[in-house]
């Protein structure tokens, strides 16, 4: 294939019989999780691993951007997909979390509700790769803040929802041996930025039709400027790593509608 770049696209033209030409975009993808291999604590991380390494797989050209707890920025290379890694700016590390102090927990998730810090550095990495389109993922580490670095570079933005981290500290909305209701005040309060700047991202998807929803009823993502595209994930396989996530989905419109993105 014969590639020339055009601003921001790379067209691959293929040769086809007859003498015909078929061209395919490429786009440059760029996914932002606070873990990242080979930090993985989860099903999460592993999806977003298994999405960058599928881009990568047909061809376009995925970057990752994370935290870790060092000091200091890092770029390496995962399975062949670009990694940087950025140190977390806040008053200790995600794996030291579960062993500080009730008011230190307090502090962290303090800045961790809206970090500028983060924010700016992974708008650095913006400014550097010029992506096609960001798909956020869980956003511990970063903050929404990041929803605004990404808003004022007129980048296509998807955030796809894992739990409930946007409307309550904990993730689970469960408390007191039972499910919560909604959000009680304190969570509301906590995670009123969130709220607030999930009106400005144009795309969000969520793991079920149930998470989805639930957002939607507290006011997430429903702005006269969003452009909602929901499926819900009926199933998803992650394979070992190298390999592509297995996803079933109900919605095949409404998936073919966000993979026009890239």
Not at 23 to 35: E, P
Not at 43 to 60: F, I, T
Not at 146 to 169: E, G
């Amino acid at each position: 294939p014969v590639l020339r770049v055009r601003g921001r696209r790379v067209d691959a033209v293929m040769p086809q019989e007859g003498g015909n030409t078929m061209t395919r975009v490429r786009r440059k993808i760029l996914f932002i999780s606070g873990l990242y291999h080979p930090n993985e604590r989860g099903g999460a991380q592993k999806v977003v691993r298994a999405l960058a390494e599928g881009m990568l797989e047909h061809d376009h050209l995925p970057v990752v951007v994370t935290t870790h707890d060092g000091a200091g920025d890092r770029v390496a290379q995962v399975n062949g997909v670009k990694v940087h890694y950025l140190g977390l700016k806040n008053i200790y590390g995600i794996d030291m979390h579960q062993s500080r102090p009730a008011f230190a927990k307090v502090l962290w998730h303090g800045v961790n509700r809206y970090n500028p810090l983060m924010a700016r550095a992974a708008a650095r990495v913006l400014d550097a790769e010029r992506p096609d389109v960001v798909n956020t993922h869980n956003l511990l580490g970063f903050s929404c803040a990041v929803w605004n670095a990404v808003k004022s570079r007129r980048v296509p933005l998807v955030h796809t929802l894992h739990d409930y981290a946007l409307m309550c500290p904990k993730t689970s909305m469960f408390a007191g041996g039972e499910n919560c209701r909604g959000q009680c005040r304190l969570c509301s309060l906590y995670t009123s930025p969130a709220k607030r700047l999930s009106q400005s991202v144009g795309h969000v998807v969520g793991v079920s039709a149930f998470t989805l929803n639930r957002h939607l009823e507290a006011g997430y993502f429903v702005g006269p400027v969003t452009r909602r595209r929901l499926a819900e994930i009926k199933q998803s396989r992650v394979a070992a790593a190298g390999q592509v996530t297995t996803v079933n989905v109900q919605d095949p419109a409404a998936v073919e509608s966000e993979h026009r993105l890239v």
